[in-house]
Nanobody, 116 residues
């Protein structure tokens, strides 16, 4: 059974850093795009970043460029999101996603709270 499990969220002060992990299991994700999305209270889920599992190509939302870095470790079947210079407006539940255009999987999310 396919499964994505996020971890690494928590409470951090503004200007701090966090590293989120997404452990993928249950299938090979070759050919998938692995992404991070976030949803703040009262807001719609928004795109953060994506990486091609096979290619390693990355793409970021404009507001995250230069602060966030997405990467993957094929051997560990894990995707990471390194977040630096965090701001209170980055507070949200962060979700991991795997999509290949036909199948779409989501993790349960991990809470990130940035205090001012």
């Amino acid at each position: 059974q396919e499964r994505l499990v996020e971890s690494g969220g928590g409470l951090v002060q503004a200007g701090g850093s966090l590293r989120l992990s997404c452990a993928a299991s249950g299938r090979t994700f070759s050919g998938y795009y692995m992404g991070w999305f976030r949803q703040a209270p009262g807001k719609e889920r928004e795109f953060v970043a994506v990486i091609g599992w096979s290619s390693g190509n990355t793409y970021y939302a404009d507001s995250m460029k230069g602060r966030f870095t997405i990467s993957r470790d094929k051997a560990k079947n894990t995707v990471f999101l390194e977040m630096n210079s965090l701001k209170p407006e980055d507070t949200a539940v962060y979700y991991c996603n795997a999509n290949n255009g036909w199948r779409d999987y989501w993790g349960q999310g991990t809470q990130v709270t940035v205090s001012s």
